[in-house]
């Protein structure tokens, strides 16, 4: 048994009444154990947080492990330029070890910045090696490989043969699903509709509801993507989706920038869960997501930094802040405040993977992920009479991040990384995107 009790903490509980007390935390093991005032338990760590902030550790449900290495290498393009000449090509280029380190170079950022779960969907091939990462980091996980069985355009080595696709993914459920009594969940991960045959889908929805896993996948993010699905299939991508029976509460879409009324409505009443993704959308000129038409739909909508090479960061603070301000020029500055962001980003990512009551929050019996922030500096100053929320979506950065804390285990302690070595993954991840671009005049169509 181990122990860790953090003291004099301003806590920001996202609890059901959403309530910020000044107190302490108590940790047995993974989990939280008490919350209150002057606790005198004997801990093996004894965390003095005084003046600090703690929140419930940031969930973001769309991730890229694997392309973190391409970050610089494909700015200024829209998405299917941006797949087509640079991230397809560098992604069949992958191996082993750059899919190794791709991932640690993603989820070290991600530490840092207090994102303690993650949805990740990586590539074709190697996925395992992913999942080595994530298991050795102690970051919270649900991932999948990639799958994508069509498309003229795309490199011999990221075409797939639609059974082994689905034999390799059902391959590593069985092994990672459930590791480290949950910590790491699988998910399957159909690329898109343009890139997948219907037999491929329908066999991810019977998977998903045997194994009771989630469908994690992309939709509606680019005007020309939805163009290509209502040409093959004559329908929209949420319709189409639903259309064969993928539409349920086990489904995460990413994106979701062109819906109309029907599409939200099915969403909405499937339960289907939505990653908005703005730093994304706004970087590949994709569009801004009518994310306050899908809340008054009573759509579950949380937040996701996608990939480095379409965003260049994975830093949830970045996502609040322009998740909250992208919406006021056209909805009124009252649009998309800063508590519903908040949300999104903490319990409303919980919600999104099925762990809402392990998650999200900071409360008795649930996982002690959390974050503890240090908001005494300038950028985030004065603090007298101010929401703290408001504080943290509008005013703090990634680097006010002091320690973050998944299933119990610091993972970062004054900033300082406990479980990744940050100067070989930095170097080895030079070496590694060297590698890639040296192959990709070899890459085969």
């Not at 750059?98 to 091939?125: C, F, K, P, W």
């Not at 029907?262 to 801004?288: D, F, T, W």
């Not at 985030?380 to 991040?401: F, G, K, L």
């Not at 940050?422 to 590698?435: G, H, P, Q, V, W």
Request: aromatic share 6%; net charge negative; glycine share 6%.
């Amino acid at each position: 048994m181990s122990s860790i009790l953090i003291k004099n903490a301003e806590i920001i509980t996202m609890n059901t009444n959403e309530e910020i007390i000044a107190g302490d935390i108590y940790i047995v093991d993974d989990r939280i154990r008490e919350i209150g005032k002057n606790l005198s338990h004997a801990a093996d760590k004894v965390i003095d947080a005084t003046g600090r902030t703690v929140i419930p550790g940031f969930v973001q449900t769309h991730i890229h492990l694997c392309q973190t290495l391409f970050r610089g290498q494909a700015d200024d393009l829209e998405l299917m330029d941006w797949l087509k000449q640079r991230i397809w090509p560098l992604e069949a280029s992958h191996d082993e070890e750059s899919i190794y380190y791709s991932a640690m170079l993603g989820i070290g950022e991600l530490i840092q910045s207090g994102t303690t779960t993650v949805v990740d969907m990586e590539t074709v091939h190697y996925t395992d090696f992913a999942f080595q990462a994530i298991a050795e980091s102690g970051i919270r996980a649900l991932a999948g490989k990639v799958m994508m069985d069509k498309g003229k355009e795309v490199p011999v080595r990221l075409r797939e043969n639609t059974k082994e696709s689905l034999q390799e993914s059902v391959d590593l459920l069985e092994k990672w699903h459930r590791y480290d009594n949950g910590r790491i969940q699988y998910a399957f991960c159909p690329r898109f509709v343009v890139s997948c045959t219907k037999e491929l889908l329908t066999n991810v929805r019977d998977l998903s509801a045997k194994y009771k896993v989630c469908v994690h996948t992309h939709a509606s993010e680019n005007a020309n993507e939805i163009l290509l699905v209502e040409k093959e299939h004559g329908m929209r991508n949420v319709v189409y989706l639903d259309h064969i029976g993928l539409a349920n509460e086990r489904l995460i879409l990413a994106h979701c920038v062109w819906l109309d009324e029907e599409e939200k409505r099915i969403i909405a009443e499937r339960g289907v869960k939505v990653s908005h993704c703005p730093g994304s959308n706004l970087k590949l000129a994709s569009g801004v997501a009518e994310v306050p038409s899908l809340l008054d739909h009573q759509a579950h909508v949380s937040l996701g930094a996608d990939g480095a090479p379409c965003n260049n960061n994975l830093d949830m603070f970045n996502e609040m802040r322009l998740a909250a301000i992208i919406q006021k020029p056209v909805h009124g500055p009252t649009a998309m405040n800063a508590r519903t962001v908040f949300r999104m980003a903490t319990i409303g990512g919980a919600r999104a993977v099925g762990m809402e009551n392990e998650i999200g929050s900071i409360e008795p019996g649930k996982k002690a992920d959390l974050a503890i922030l240090n908001l005494n500096d300038f950028h985030v100053y004065p603090s007298y009479d101010i929401d703290p929320i408001s504080r943290i979506v509008y005013s703090a950065t990634r680097a006010d991040v002091e320690s973050t804390i998944v299933n119990g285990k610091l993972l970062m302690e004054n900033r300082q990384l406990k479980t990744i070595d940050k100067a070989i993954i930095l170097k080895e991840s030079n070496f590694a995107i060297k590698r890639l671009m040296k192959k990709l005049e070899n890459v085969a169509y």
